[in-house]
C-alpha cells in the first residue's frame, strides 16, 4: 500500500541537542511538507518542497533544516537553536503543489525535549 | 484575521445520526481548494474530503458530503449515520490559487466530535 512512513512515532532528547525526524513516502509525490501541531494552534508550515533539490521555507523555519536528496525523503532536523522544539510533527506530501491537490500525511513524530 | 473559522469546538451525535460540522472562509481568490482532515486520537491526519472553488456539485465520498455554499463562504462537512469511530478532531482548510499562497494549507482550529452509542 502507498502511504507515508514517519520514525519514529516518539522522541525524546535533552536540550541542546540536534534530533531528525525521517518522512519516507511510496506515493511518487512531487511536493513534501513538514509542519507543527501544537495544542490550540493548529498546524503551522516548517518546510516544505516543491520537487527534488529544492525546499522553501515556510511560516516558522527559524531552529529547523531539512534536505530533499531523494523524491522519496524529506527529513527534518530540529536543531538546538529552536527554542520551543517539543511537539507533534507532522510530514505530508502532495501530487504536485497545487492549489487542488490535497495533502496526505504520516502517523506523526511526537518529539519531547527536556 | 483568521480565514478558516471553526465555530464549535466541540460537538456531540448519537450513533448512526447524521452531523454538520461548520467552516466559514474568507478569500479574496477566485480559485481555491476546501478541504476537510479527521485526526484520531492516535494523531495521524486523515483527507477526508475535496471542494474546489469552481464545482458545481457539492462533494461527496461515502459518508461524508460538503455542503459547499460559495456567495456565504461556507463548507460545511456532513457525516451521516455517525459510527463510534467517527469520534475524533475535524479540520477544515483552504489552499488559495494565489503564487504567494497555494503551496500552504491554511487551518481552522478544529471541532472535536464525540459519538455516542
Known amino acids: 500500500d502507498g502511504g507515508i512512513t514517519q520514525s519514529p512515532k516518539y522522541l525524546f532528547r535533552k536540550e541542546g541537542q540536534n534530533v531528525t525526524l525521517s518522512c519516507e513516502q511510496n506515493l511518487n509525490h512531487d511536493a513534501m511538507y513538514w509542519y507543527r501541531q501544537d495544542p490550540g494552534q493548529g498546524l503551522r508550515l516548517i518546510y516544505y518542497s516543491q520537487i527534488v533539490n529544492d525546499f522553501q521555507k515556510g511560516d516558522i523555519a527559524e531552529g529547523y533544516s531539512v534536505s530533499r536528496e531523494k523524491k522519496e525523503s524529506f527529513p527534518l532536523t530540529v536543531t538546538s537553536a529552536q527554542k520551543n522544539p517539543t511537539a507533534f510533527y507532522l510530514c505530508a506530501s502532495s501530487y504536485v503543489l497545487s492549489y487542488n491537490s490535497p495533502l496526505h500525511f504520516g502517523n506523526g513524530t511526537r518529539l519531547t525535549v527536556t | 484575521a483568521q480565514k478558516i473559522t471553526q465555530t464549535q469546538p466541540g460537538m456531540f451525535v448519537q450513533e448512526k445520526e447524521a452531523v454538520t460540522l461548520d467552516c466559514t472562509y474568507d478569500t479574496s481568490d477566485q480559485s481555491y481548494g476546501l478541504f476537510w482532515y479527521k485526526q484520531p486520537s492516535s494523531g495521524e491526519m486523515i483527507f477526508l474530503i475535496y471542494?474546489?472553488?469552481?464545482d458545481e456539485q457539492n462533494a461527496t465520498e461515502g459518508r461524508y458530503s460538503l455542503n459547499f455554499q460559495k456567495a456565504r463562504k461556507s463548507a460545511n462537512l456532513v457525516i451521516s449515520a455517525s459510527q463510534l469511530g467517527d469520534s475524533a478532531m475535524y479540520f477544515c482548510?483552504?489552499?488559495?490559487?494565489?503564487?504567494?499562497?497555494?503551496?500552504?494549507?491554511?487551518w481552522g482550529l478544529g471541532t472535536s466530535l464525540a459519538v455516542n452509542p
Open positions: 471542494q474546489g472553488s469552481y
Open positions: 482548510a483552504m489552499r488559495e490559487a494565489n503564487a504567494g499562497n497555494n503551496r500552504k494549507l491554511i
